[in-house]
């Protein structure tokens, strides 16, 4: 993520790095050395990615002289699949570049010819198929480095996805927060979902058989005593194994097992062979406050097991609980998408799904609506949560509270609205994060006002700079469109701007 800040950025023109000592300088020339190197490094990345274009231009595929190739024994991708031979250098619409230019480039610039020619694809698919990350590029708003990486993610598929994944990262860039390679990836994956739906389809039905479980007893570890575990499961049996094994590991807590979590859920995992010990175990913790305690994100999430979900029985809508692991499943979809899928809105009767409409399930990725219609139909335990109007001043989700935990509803909105961690940089997702009083909790016991846990006073942070900010200096505001203005213990200012939303449905 890019940040603005008022530290100094030098004179436009760094030193001469072999010159300086770097010993005579305090902790602001330090600072202020590290932007401007940067800065002319970022620069200079920019300026070889367009002389890499102008190579490839000065040295065009002719009848004497004919394409370079990746390299020995490499074959070109088009659209995912290996072919032969494509009349494209780094996909649909990018030109070739003459064979042996690549070695001359390479050698001047004393790298293998593989990264040669890496340099040179990657510059012109940039170019060629990426135009928003090109102007940026050279706009200074995109390290050429990142620009690369999509190029890279990118690389051999049709121009409509490439198309929808350029403006999508030149959102983001515009708000200064680079997608992260994770999210990515699954920039990729919706424009496979959007463009493409009958071909993404068909991917995830070939995905579908490469499932299995592997165990590896004799390298994987440094001692016997243990033995490494790999699976590909469908989705859905993950989430309700994750689920399963964190009822387990807070069964064993209840009953006194105060080793770590990670620990817990492996011992978890290997009762889960001996069915009739977990429902001893189960029928002990039943007796006490037991809970399920879920691995994933950088905290330990409790849930209480006394909690229930609803299902739907019989045409009257009668609804009754079912007992089981709760599976909170948080997905993210439009009008756009729910009406381009065929989905009946209206409750005049079911309808059928087509594949066209895309979801975001969290944690997962992008999906097609038609295989989430398929994973909700399998289960009788699904949490339906309503839509959250940050806007709405009289809902629970944003009526202030005088406690210092919120509610649910009002937790899930700050988690939503910020995305992420909010300190500048970070990328740690917004579920990892604690939700900190941007001003300290005062109890009201003990003076303090009322109304103090409400949205605009809460901020998700990771627990590294929730501890930055409780124990150091470091401070932060946060302004009514979004924005957190962070100040350093040198009395620097740093802005982070709020991701990008899709407006709700009107």
């Known amino acids: 993520m890019s ?4 530290a100094p950025v030098g004179t436009g023109t760094a ?3 072999v010159s300086v000592d770097v010993r005579v300088l305090d902790a602001d020339a330090v600072l202020g050395e590290v932007v401007e190197y940067r800065r002319v490094a970022e620069v200079a990345e920019a300026r070889v990615l367009m002389l890499a274009v102008h190579w490839v231009d000065l040295h065009p595929v002719t009848v004497e002289h004919p394409a370079a190739s990746p390299g020995a024994g490499d074959r070109r991708l088009i659209d995912g699949d290996p072919m032969p031979s494509v009349a494209w250098l780094a996909g649909e619409g990018t030109p070739e570049v003459a064979e042996y230019a690549v070695e001359e480039l390479g050698a001047v610039l004393g790298v293998p010819y593989g990264a040669a020619f ?21 706009a200074g708003t995109l390290p050429a480095w990142q620009a690369r990486r999509v190029a890279r993610e990118t690389r051999g598929l049709p121009v409509g996805v490439v198309e929808f994944v350029d403006r999508q990262v030149a959102i983001l860039v515009d708000r200064r927060r680079f997608p992260s390679l994770a999210r990515l990836r699954d920039l990729v994956h919706e424009a496979r979902c959007r463009v493409d739906p009958d071909q993404e389809w068909a991917v995830e039905e070939r995905a579908a058989g490469d499932r299995g479980v592997w165990f590896d007893h004799q390298t994987s570890t440094a001692s016997a005593a243990t033995t490494t575990m790999s699976a590909v499961l469908d989705a859905w049996d993950a989430l309700d194994l994750d689920a399963a094994l964190g009822d387990v590991a807070g069964d064993l807590r209840a009953l006194g097992d105060s080793r770590g979590v990670d620990l817990r859920r492996a011992e978890a995992l290997g009762l889960l062979a001996h069915p009739q010990r977990v429902l001893d175990l189960g029928r002990a913790a039943d007796h006490t406050d037991a809970g399920s305690e879920t691995g994933t994100g950088t905290g330990t999430e409790v849930v209480s097991t006394d909690a229930m979900c609803l299902r739907t029985s019989g045409p009257g809508g009668a609804v009754e609980p079912t007992a089981g692991s709760v599976i909170n499943l948080y997905v993210h979809t439009g009008l756009a998408d729910l009406t381009a899928a065929g989905v009946d809105l209206s409750g005049a009767g079911a309808g059928s799904v087509a594949r066209d409409g895309c979801a975001r399930v969290e944690r997962l990725g992008p999906m097609l609506l038609d295989g989430l219609r398929g994973w909700l139909g399998r289960s009788e335990r699904v949490v339906v949560r309503p839509v959250l109007d940050p806007t709405d001043p009289d809902t629970a989700a944003t009526r202030p509270v005088d406690r210092h935990h919120p509610p649910p509803a009002m937790r899930d909105l ?9 300190f500048p940089g970070c990328q740690v997702d917004a579920r990892g994060c604690d939700l900190d009083h941007i001003v300290a909790y005062t109890d009201p016991d003990g003076g303090g006002p009322s109304g103090q846990t409400r949205p605009e006073n809460l901020a998700c942070v990771c627990r590294r700079h929730h501890r930055l900010k409780t124990f150091t200096a470091w401070d932060y505001q946060r ?12 009395g620097q200012h740093f802005t982070t701007l709020p991701l990008p939303k899709v407006p709700p449905p009107r």
Not at 3 to 6: C, M
Not at 479 to 490: E, L, M, N, V
């Open 3 to 6: 940040v603005t800040t008022d």
């Open 15 to 17: 030193p001469d790095p």
């Open 118 to 138: 890496a340099l040179v694809a990657e510059a012109v698919a940039v170019c060629h198929r990426l135009p928003r990350c090109w102007e940026r590029v050279h």
């Open 414 to 422: 700050v988690i939503l609205r910020d995305g992420q961690c909010v």
């Open 479 to 490: 302004a009514g469109d979004g924005t957190y203005t962070w100040t350093s213990p040198r």
